[in-house]
C-alpha cells in the first residue's frame, strides 16, 4: 500500500458508494508533506516525457500539482473556472459538468501560457467520468501543444473515466486506485504507481 | 529588492492604477520555485509563533499557503467560496466581497478542522481592501481559535487593508507592498521581509 492509499484507508470517509470525502487531507485540509510526496511521485512516473508545463483545475488539483512543478521545475497553470477583472480576454474556453457541484462550468486558461511546443502534463486530484480531464485536454488541444498524460491523484476506478481517456490515446497514472466503496469500505486496484515502482525511496 | 519583488518588476503588468496582473507567476501561471520562496519566507517571519494551522482561501492563496505548511509543518485549511457535495454541513461561514470578482461570495470552513486550541495564520496572494483577510479572521474567530497574523505576498500599500487590520490589533507581515502604479510602473514601499530580515540566505 503506498502512502496515499495509507491516509485513504485511515482518514478518508466513505459517503456513499460514490462519494469519498478526502477533506481532511487533499480538498479542503491539506497535508503538505503527503503533497510533496504526491509530486514526487508524479515526477517520477513522467520523469522522461520531456514535460514543458502542467496544467490542473482550480481549487483542489493546485496543492499537489504545485509540488509536482516544484519537483519537475516546470510551471503549473491552473485552469479557472470562472472570469475576473483580470483574466478576461484572450482565453482558451471548454465546458465541464461537475458531478461534485452538479453544474456546468466554463474552465479557462489564458492562452499566452500555452503554445504549439508544450509538452503538457495534466493533473487532477479525481478522475471520476473524466469531465474535468477532458476539459483541460481539449484546452491543450486548443494550444496544439502535446498532451503528455494525466496523473491523477485518486481515481475511482467503477467509473468510467479512465477507460475514455484510455481509449483516447491518453497515458493516465493514478496514484490511488479505487475499486469500490460499497458497504461503507475503500477497496483499492492496483495503482499506476504501485504497479511501477516497487519499494522506491518514496514508499513507505 | 527581493526575489519576488524582482519577479513582480519583471512580470508584472500594471492593467490600471488600481490592477497589478500577476498572472504570470502566482494567480494563474505558478512559479513553482517562486512559492518555495514565498513559503520560506513565512516559515521564517512567523517561526516563534507557535502556529499550528495555516488558513487561506482558494484558489491563489493555495500555492503559497501550501509550500509555507510544508517549511512549518503544519496542515493548511483552503476556505471554499463554494458549497459542494462533500461539504455543506457543520460550516464557519463568512460573506466577504471580492474586488476583482465584484460580488460578495459567500466562504466556509468545516467546523471540524479548528478548534479554540488552534494558533492560526493567515495566508493570502493579496491584500487590498482587507475584505478577505477579515472573513478569514471571522472563520478563525468563531472557531474560538487565536489569530497569530496575516502573511500577505503583495499588498496595495496605497488601499486601506493593512490599517484596518492593524486596528484591530493584527500582526500584518507582507512580502512585497506595492506602494503605487501610477504611470503604468509599480513602486515599492519597504517590505516587512526586507525590513526585518537583512541579507538572509533565502535573498536574492
Do not use: C, W
Request: without cysteine.
Amino acid at each position: 500500500m503506498n502512502r496515499l492509499e495509507q491516509y485513504i484507508k485511515e482518514q478518508s470517509i466513505v459517503l456513499n458508494e460514490n462519494v469519498l470525502k478526502v477533506d481532511s487531507f487533499l480538498n479542503h485540509q491539506i497535508d503538505p508533506e503527503l503533497m510533496l510526496y504526491i509530486g514526487q511521485v508524479f515526477a517520477e512516473l513522467f520523469s522522461n516525457a520531456g514535460v514543458t508545463k502542467l496544467l490542473t483545475l482550480e481549487s483542489s488539483g493546485i496543492a499537489p500539482a504545485v509540488m509536482a512543478a516544484l519537483e519537475m521545475k516546470v510551471p503549473l497553470i491552473f485552469a479557472r473556472k470562472r472570469k475576473s477583472l483580470t483574466l478576461k480576454d484572450n482565453l482558451y474556453t471548454e465546458q465541464v459538468y461537475s458531478f461534485t457541484k452538479q453544474e456546468v462550468s466554463e474552465i479557462s486558461v489564458s492562452r499566452k501560457f500555452l503554445t504549439d511546443d508544450d509538452k503538457v502534463l495534466i493533473i487532477d486530484d479525481f478522475l471520476a467520468n473524466g469531465d474535468a480531464a477532458l476539459g483541460l485536454a481539449g484546452i491543450v488541444k486548443q494550444a496544439g501543444a502535446q498532451i503528455v498524460g494525466m496523473g491523477i491523484v485518486i481515481e475511482k476506478a467503477f467509473q468510467p473515466g479512465r477507460q475514455k481517456l484510455l481509449d483516447l490515446g491518453y497515458r493516465v497514472e493514478s496514484i490511488a486506485r479505487v475499486a469500490s466503496l460499497k458497504n461503507g469500505e475503500v477497496q483499492f486496484a492496483p495503482s499506476d504507481y504501485s504497479d511501477k515502482l516497487n519499494a522506491g525511496p518514496l514508499q513507505s
